[in-house]
C-alpha cells in the first residue's frame, strides 16, 4: 500500500530531515504502519522474551517512535520499559501511552548520555534501518553497552539489501564484540511492497 510518509521516510538522510519527518508524522504514524501490516515489533517482542525470562528487566527501548514497540513489550510481559527518541513529535505520543516508565529525547548529533548504558536489555524496533537511523548508531549503542547487556533490533529489507547496514552484525562478531543469539526473517510492513520483512537480531555484549 503506497504511503506518502512511508515513501517520503525511506528517501531521507541525516538526523534533522529525519526529526522533521516524523515530527511531521507523528499523528499519522500508527495508522499508517499499522494499516501496512507492521509485525516487526510483536515479533521481537516475543523474540526477546525468549532470552529474557524476567519480565521486570528494565529495557532502554531505543527510538521509540510513539510508542508501537514499548506496547509490543508490554504485551509480551515486559514491565520496566523505557524509551528515547530524537523526535519530540514521536515522544510526546509515546508519553499518551502510559507504557513506559520514563522518556528522553536523544540528539544523536552528540554524543549519548552514558547513563543509557546502564541498561540490561536494549531493543531498537525498526531504528538502525533505511528509513531511520544510520548505520554508526549500532557502533553507538554498542559502545554504550555493559558486557552481558543484550540488543533486539531489526533490519528491514532495504537495510539488509544496503552493506552499509547487513556488514553491521558480521562486522561487530568478527571484531569480538557481540555474540548473536537469534537471528530470525519474518514480516515488517507485510503489505508494504519493498520493504515487506525484516530480519529480528539478539546479540549480546562481549567484555
Ligand atoms: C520507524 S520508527 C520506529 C518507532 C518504534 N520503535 C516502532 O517500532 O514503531 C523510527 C524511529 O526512530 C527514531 N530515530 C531515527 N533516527 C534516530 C536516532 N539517530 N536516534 C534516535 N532515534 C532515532 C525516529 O524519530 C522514529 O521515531
Not at 114 to 137: C, D, M, N, R, W
Not at 173 to 190: D, F, M, N, S, W
Amino acid at each position: 500500500m503506497a504511503n506518502k510518509h512511508l515513501d517520503r521516510v525511506y528517501q531521507a538522510s541525516g538526523n534533522s530531515e529525519m526529526r522533521e519527518i516524523y515530527d511531521e508524522w507523528a499523528e499519522h504514524y500508527d495508522d499508517d504502519v499499522v494499516g501496512n501490516g507492521y509485525l516487526t515489533p510483536s515479533r521481537l517482542a516475543k523474540t526477546l522474551a525468549r532470552f529474557v525470562p524476567d519480565r521486570d528487566t528494565p529495557i532502554l527501548d531505543y527510538g521509540c517512535g510513539t510508542g508501537l514497540s514499548g506496547q509490543a513489550l508490554a504485551d509480551a510481559g515486559f514491565t520496566t520499559i523505557d524509551g528515547a527518541d530524537l523526535s519530540e513529535g514521536m515522544l510526546k505520543r509515546a508519553r499518551e501511552t502510559n507504557v513506559y516508565r520514563k522518556l528522553q529525547h536523544v540528539d544523536p548529533d552528540n554524543s549519548l548520555n552514558a547513563q543509557l548504558g546502564e541498561y540490561p536489555v536494549f531493543t531498537a524496533v525498526g531504528v538502525i534501518s533505511k528509513g531511520a537511523a544510520p548505520p554508526f548508531v549500532y557502533d553507538d549503542l554498542l559502545g554504550l553497552m555493559q558486557p552481558g547487556a543484550l540488543l533486539a533490533f531489526s533490519l528491514n529489507d532495504l537495510s539488509l539489501e544496503d552493506p552499509d547496514y547487513s556488514s553491521l552484525v558480521p562486522g561487530s562478531v568478527e571484531a569480538g564484540k557481540v555474540k548473536i543469539l537469534c537471528e530470525e526473517y519474518g514480516p515488517h510492513l507485510a503489505k508494504y511492497g519493498d520493504n515487506s520483512g525484516s530480519s529480528v537480531v539478539v546479540i549480546e555484549r562481549l567484555g
